[in-house]
């Protein structure tokens, strides 16, 4: 569901849930997604605090698929750590 979000697949205002980090001079890839700062415990267990870590940790390859069949074939090969 991220990746439909980032990429406009959804019919949902981006800026609802995610920012993106926008700086070329950070490490990862360009869709890179930044940390909001929470003062509420129940606002970490949102999806859209739960999914940063493990979106910007997949490589730049994996997130610019240019399908979602193709996102999730590349995303199975990976080994991802069980978060």
């Known amino acids: 569901m991220c990746y439909k979000i980032v990429r406009g697949m959804v019919d949902v205002n ?24 929470c003062r509420v415990n129940a606002r970490l267990n949102f999806f859209s605090n739960r999914v940063i870590a493990v979106w910007n940790s997949l490589p730049e390859t994996v997130v610019t698929a240019p399908t979602v069949d193709i996102f999730k074939s590349l995303l199975m090969k990976l080994e991802l750590p069980i978060v």
Do not use: A, M
């Open 14 to 37: 981006l800026s609802d849930f995610f920012t993106l980090s926008g700086s070329s001079i950070t490490r990862g890839h360009c869709y890179k997604i930044s940390f909001y700062h």
